[in-house]
């Protein structure tokens, strides 16, 4: 089940506003320009399985998502936990494109901060979201990753992550303690 928490910057430890449906998550993102989008996936790809692998399971997902919205970028993300070290993207960072996140397995939250507040949105298979250049975001995935997504972005200037050196977004509760 995807799950929308809003926090106050103030007290990281208790949300403010807890939301389970669709259309709810995806209208309070929207009023943020945040668009959320769920797409029910018949696919079945195992966090762990390598780049290639995702990429040979996911190619006509990858092309119809980069057709959609209009993206000439693109990165797996695909941990399982047993993988060395990789970026670490629970660090708070902007990207100067759009990024549009598409789970394909497993769970993760992204954070985003977004006006007076911090939005944490569990997701999981099927779904995706849009997030606008330069919004302050980072991507949680708990003590044992399982997760595959594909990170889109408007161009390639836009994929590498520039990150902000604010360490508060440690402070948010994870994946592991909603």
């Given at each position: 089940?995807?799950?929308?928490?809003?926090?106050?910057?103030?007290?990281?430890?208790?949300?403010?506003?807890?939301?389970?449906?669709?259309?709810?998550?995806?209208?309070?993102?929207?009023?943020q320009g945040v668009r959320f989008i769920h797409q029910p996936l018949e696919l079945r790809v195992r966090p762990g399985t390598g780049e290639q692998a995702v990429l040979g399971d996911c190619r006509e997902l990858l092309d119809q998502l980069?057709?959609?919205?209009?993206?000439?970028?693109?990165?797996?993300?695909?941990?399982?936990?047993?993988?060395?070290?990789?970026?670490?993207?629970?660090?708070?960072?902007?990207?100067?494109?759009?990024?549009?996140?598409?789970?394909?397995?497993?769970?993760?939250?992204?954070?985003?901060?977004?006006?007076?507040?911090?939005?944490?949105?569990?997701?999981?298979?099927?779904?995706?979201?849009?997030?606008?250049?330069?919004?302050?975001?980072?991507?949680?995935?708990?003590?044992?990753?399982?997760?595959?997504?594909?990170?889109?972005?408007?161009?390639?200037?836009?994929?590498?992550?520039?990150?902000?050196?604010?360490?508060?977004?440690?402070?948010?509760?994870?994946?592991?303690?909603?």
């Amino acid at each position: 089940m995807s799950i929308l928490c809003v926090f106050h910057p103030s007290s990281p430890d208790l949300p403010n506003k807890v939301l389970t449906h669709h259309d709810d998550i995806a209208a309070t993102l929207a009023e943020q320009g945040v668009r959320f989008i769920h797409q029910p996936l018949e696919l079945r790809v195992r966090p762990g399985t390598g780049e290639q692998a995702v990429l040979g399971d996911c190619r006509e997902l990858l092309d119809q998502l980069m057709t959609a919205h209009r993206s000439a970028a693109f990165r797996v993300l695909d941990r399982d936990g047993a993988q060395p070290a990789q970026v670490d993207l629970r660090d708070e960072h902007v990207h100067d494109a759009e990024e549009v996140f598409a789970l394909v397995s497993g769970r993760a939250q992204v954070g985003l901060r977004l006006g007076d507040y911090v939005y944490a949105v569990l997701c999981e298979k099927g779904d995706q979201l849009v997030v606008p250049a330069r919004t302050r975001r980072w991507v949680e995935l708990g003590d044992n990753p399982f997760c595959v997504a594909l990170r889109l972005f408007a161009n390639e200037q836009g994929v590498e992550p520039r990150f902000t050196g604010d360490e508060t977004a440690r402070l948010f509760l994870g994946i592991d303690e909603l």
